[in-house]
């Protein structure tokens, strides 16, 4: 593996953390649609089956809960670490700009050898 194949750059934390956004976007509109349809039909079941019904879908609306938290949290953890990369960037650069002032100022380059 090159080190190339395992860099982080900014710009690809923010194109995953917009690729998770949307969907997440797509989950909640689906959700809706479910939402809507169990709504619907919701009257038509009656005993045993409306109970079955009912507890099916508060299992499903929990697993789609949960996927929309981790979505969430994963969009928000590449946005922490697109800041932390880019900062790291502008920290790193700006000590290399200095030491290299400093070095050139200091030691007038290799002329005193």
């Not at 750059?9 to 349809?37: F, K, N, P, Y």
């Not at 709504?39 to 789609?64: D, H, M, P, Q």
């Amino acid at each position: 593996m090159t080190s190339a194949e395992n860099s982080v750059t900014r710009e690809g934390m923010l194109a995953a953390a917009e690729r998770m956004g949307q969907t997440l976007s797509a989950v909640q509109r689906e959700r809706g649609e479910v939402e809507a349809s169990i709504n619907s039909l919701s009257g038509t079941f009656t005993g045993g089956a409306a109970n079955e019904y009912k507890r099916a879908f508060t299992s499903w609306f929990a697993n789609v809960t949960d996927i929309e938290s981790a979505l969430r949290e994963m969009i928000r953890i590449m946005q922490d670490g697109a800041q932390h990369v880019g900062k790291s960037d502008a920290d790193t650069t700006d000590e290399v700009t200095e030491a290299s002032a400093r070095m050139a100022g200091t030691f007038g380059g290799l002329s005193g050898l």
